[in-house]
Nanobody
Framework: QVQLVESGGGLVQAGGSLTLSCAAS????????MGWYRQAPGKERDLVAV???????NYADSVKGRFTISRGNAMNTVYLQMNSLKPEDTAVYYC???????????????WGQGTQVTVSS
């Protein structure tokens, strides 16, 4: 079963930048979609950005022009470059993998444990 490990969260001042990383471990053949979601206290978990195996991108309107999602060459890692951060970006950020193929079978989705991003004003 694939496991996702996130890193790169932390505390940053408004206007600053952070880069989140997520690596999928295990004997993985391919992953259809990788993405980032976030959940602020008392709110639902929302999509931030996703990228498909073919390179198609989708961003939440609130982060367009500020965040950039990309996948590593091995295609089992995903990054989120976050610029011009705002206090309202404060949340726990979760990595998600969808359509994971391995020699052992298929896994529809997997979530990381989350990493805290806090933006101070």
């Amino acid at each position: 079963q694939v496991q996702l490990v996130e890193s790169g969260g932390g505390l940053v001042q408004a206007g600053g930048s952070l880069t989140l990383s997520c690596a999928a471990s295990g004997n993985i053949v391919s992953i259809d979609i990788m993405g980032w979601y976030r959940q602020a206290p008392g709110k639902e978990r929302d999509l931030v950005a996703v990228i498909t195996k073919g390179g198609s991108l989708n961003y939440a309107d609130s982060v367009k022009g500020r965040f950039t999602i990309s996948r590593g060459n091995a295609m089992n890692t995903v990054y989120l470059q976050m610029n011009s951060l705002k206090p309202e970006d404060t949340a726990v950020y979760y990595c998600k993998a969808e359509g994971v193929y391995s020699p052992y079978g298929y896994q529809s989705r997997s979530w990381g444990q989350g990493t805290q991003v806090t933006v101070s004003s």
